[in-house]
């Protein structure tokens, strides 16, 4: 079992910057991909970024360049920095984690409103 917590959004102006961090706890050692979604009400829920164990990452084209996802393998920790912020990133950002047992773990999610 994996439990996620996320921390650091709130609400950006356009332009500006914030940084996300989901704290894993529990099987921390089975943890293969991290990654973070978002989803906008009515909307389906979008990959936005996704990092391995070993650090190869991917992004969604809409942040590509503006995002960057890090991880902290030993304290079980997933970071997106966002940068140069537009109100269409608005949404819930929730983090997720696959483990080597094919399991995927959520969590709550932590709003990001980007207005001025």
């Known amino acids: 079992q994996v439990y996620l917590v996320e921390s650091g959004g709130g609400l950006v102006q356009p332009g500006g910057s914030l940084r996300l961090s989901c704290a894993a706890s529990?099987?921390?050692?089975?943890?293969?991909?991290m990654a973070w979604y978002r989803q906008v009400p009515g909307k389906q829920r979008e990959l936005g970024a996704r990092i391995s164990r070993g650090g190869i990452t991917n992004y969604a084209d809409s942040v590509k360049g503006r995002f960057t996802i890090s991880r902290d393998n030993v304290k079980g920790t997933v970071y997106l920095q966002m940068n140069s912020l537009k109100p269409e990133d608005t949404a819930v950002y929730y983090c997720?984690?696959?483990?080597?047992?094919?399991?995927?773990?959520w969590g709550k999610g932590t709003l990001v409103t980007v207005s001025s």
């Open positions: 997720n984690v696959l483990t080597y047992g094919g399991m995927s773990y």
């Open positions: 529990g099987s921390i050692a089975s943890i293969s991909d």
